[in-house]
């Protein structure tokens, strides 16, 4: 998993309330396992035509936020069926964070797993958000920050143990695996007064 320290990026604007998995990655995508290459797949309802171009009233198609790497959303994102492809295509398009004033929990803990930053803030900061379309926005994770190109800081909620698997780039597994040291020791020990007691 890619460290997520801070970032610099330009927002898109996806101003739809209640986008479903199903919509950040059609079902006909959930075929593969593999994490790379679903970026294509990434709203292909809406972002081609039926003849498989580019459909260009679509927000992700404009020039400006081509490159964006944060997704401003609207409310109740990421809702339906739990998919970690809806992540992982995100993440493959370019995405580092979605902003919005509330976030799904399976999405949010899926995206959390994958190093996909959710921030979650309140209506104002939103509105905000929503009036200033492809501003460029700072992201502290370490101070759980998001900046406004004024410097305005709105702090957003993160759970400590999420926070300190993104900052070092590891997943739950990947976190057990670095204490593995210390159970072993942790073992060895207890294993020892089990014996002797």
Known sequence: MEKFTTLEGVAAPLHIINVDTDMVIPKQYLKTIKRT?????????????DDGSENPEFVLNKPAYRKAKILVAGDNFG??????????????????????????????????????????????????????????????????????????????????????????GVDELGFLLQQSDAIVHYEKVHMHEHTHS
């Open 37 to 49: 290459g679903l970026g294509k797949g990434l709203s292909s309802e809406r972002r081609y035509k």
């Open 79 to 168: 809702w339906g069926s739990s998919r970690e492809h809806a992540p992982w295509a995100l993440l493959d398009y370019g995405f580092r964070a979605v902003v919005s004033t509330t976030i799904a929990d399976i999405f949010r803990n899926n995206s959390l797993k994958n190093g996909l930053l959710p921030i979650v803030v309140d209506e104002q900061a939103h509105a905000w958000l929503v009036q200033h379309p492809g501003a460029s926005l700072q992201i502290d994770l370490q101070a759980s920050t998001l900046t406004l190109p004024d410097g305005t800081a709105v702090r957003f909620p993160i759970e400590a143990f999420a926070r300190y698997c993104l900052l070092n």
